[in-house]
């Protein structure tokens, strides 16, 4: 994809290797580390359950996504697929492609930002002095990640590929340490466990899938990568059952060393359900301690470089249809990345993250704005198939529109089980997007076009 100075991404610069680390870097990351807790307090054992259901909802929409990518191989998918496949004039293209755009902005800026918060607690458990200083901790690493992202795809692909091995690495060994003490008593009864009781399954999923959202960051870098109609299919599928198997292992590990009824009430064990359990049940291996420290400032890096590296993508391309002012478009000759709109992206998460008083509040509207975006491309890949679009080679979700139609039934069920202020927060998001869309459409005349 070129900008107006002729300069263009990266292409071909990411292999299957590269695609694996940098979808399960961005979903193992701090969502473990921190929703864990929180929806062990809402559905107790049941989140197990909670977030295995969150990952096969997450790898049926990957199975979506891999499809319109490797159809339609465009960096920026997100508002390319419901722009291409969604309404007849450019005016409705353009609605719905800003609507989904505008849907995973929220949910990668708001990542971003979220993760950043929680970078003082971990790290203040190896550098006390650090503890009380979460505000600019959180803008420090912000800009750590827009750094290494403006050097380059293929150096934060390679910084991400060690990262992630690591993080790898130590996770497990907290899972095996932790499986090895469990106490059985703490699953009985699991589907009605927490303080939602038998809802608590289904209200946890949402919450759950924020931590499986980075599985499509693959398909906004089409265009970087290498044979990407293998290549994208493969990684996701891959990466997305080699996630739900570790984050199994961890919440088996966490359940099984302490009881749900410690959660209410308690903060320290809501936001460091790992911590909170070596400290209660294994008082004997406080060693584990430290590192669930450095594997969650792994975790919250990857997740963080993923995110943002996302979003300077998605704004890249909505920039190019007059959602953004069109210095946005242009990409850094020299290292191929978005420069300008990676910025931005970091500048947002930044202010973001200097309220963390509304941290919980801020992830309620990721996780339905996750849930909306999911939605749009699911009705756009069944648009795909009616219209009978077909690139040769690209990759075929099996069944037909079957498997479509029941990610929808599940997203319907799902959002039937969520509080009231859920919705209100992310209205106030949707206002916001409604707003620059009104904005947009005015300056440009309604000439929304990605291809003008």
């Known amino acids: 994809m070129s900008d107006n100075n002729g300069s263009q991404l990266k292409t071909g610069a ?62 920026g998918g997100l508002f390319v697929y419901p722009y291409e496949l969604l309404g007849k004039t450019s005016t409705q293209k353009s ?89 059985p008593a703490n699953f009985e009864g699991m589907f009605s466990q927490g303080t939602l009781g038998t809802k608590g399954f289904a209200g946890a999923i949402p919450i759950a899938m924020l931590a499986y959202g980075s599985i499509i960051a693959i398909a906004s870098i089409a265009e970087e990568i290498r044979d990407p109609q293998k290549t994208i299919p493969k990684a996701m599928g891959i990466s997305v059952f080699a996630t739900i198997a570790m984050y199994s292992l961890m919440i088996i590990a966490t359940t099984g060393l302490v009881n749900w009824n410690l959660f209410p009430g308690n903060d320290f064990a809501t936001y460091a359900p790992l911590t909170f359990a070596v400290v209660t049940s294994l008082p004997d291996k406080m060693w584990l301690a430290p590192i669930i420290s450095i594997g969650a400032l792994l975790a919250i890096t990857t997740t963080m470089l993923v995110m943002l590296m996302d979003a300077g993508r998605t704004i890249m391309v909505t920039a190019k249809s007059g959602f953004f002012p069109k210095i946005f478009t242009k990409i850094n000759p020299k290292t191929q990345t978005p420069v300008n709109s990676l910025t931005f992206a970091a500048v947002v998460a930044i202010i973001l993250a200097c309220f963390p008083q509304f941290c919980m509040d801020i992830v309620n509207i990721g996780a339905i704005t996750s849930a909306i975006t999911v939605t749009i491309v699911t009705i756009s890949l069944i648009s795909l198939r009616k219209k009978h679009i077909e690139t040769p080679g690209a990759f075929k979700v099996p069944g037909g529109i079957v498997l479509p139609i029941i990610t929808l039934i599940v997203l319907a069920y ?32 309604g000439k929304l076009d990605m291809n003008a």
């Open 95 to 183: 609605f719905w492609g800003w609507l989904s755009a505008w849907s995973w902005l929220c949910v990668v800026v708001i990542g971003v930002s979220f993760s950043s918060i929680f970078v003082a607690n971990y790290l203040g458990s190896l550098v006390p002095a650090l503890a009380d200083k979460q505000i600019p901790v959180a803008i420090v690493w912000i800009l750590l990640c827009w750094g290494l992202n403006v050097l380059g795809i293929t150096f934060m692909g390679k910084i991400n590929l060690v990262l992630t091995i690591c993080l790898i690495v130590l996770c497990l060994i907290y899972s095996f340490v932790g499986i090895g003490s469990l106490n």
């Open 414 to 445: 799902m959002f039937t089980q969520q509080e009231a202020n859920v919705y209100l927060w992310s209205l106030g998001a949707y206002v916001i997007g409604f707003i620059i869309y009104g904005i947009a459409y005015t300056v440009n005349r």
């Open 14 to 75: 990411l292999g299957m290797s590269d695609c694996i680390m940098i979808a399960i870097g961005g979903m193992v990351g701090s969502a473990i580390f921190t929703l864990s807790g929180l929806t062990y307090l809402l559905s107790g054992a049941a989140s197990l359950a909670s977030w295995i259901a969150a990952g096969i909802i997450l790898l049926l929409y990957a199975l979506n996504v891999a499809e319109l990518s490797t159809t339609i191989p465009k960096t």
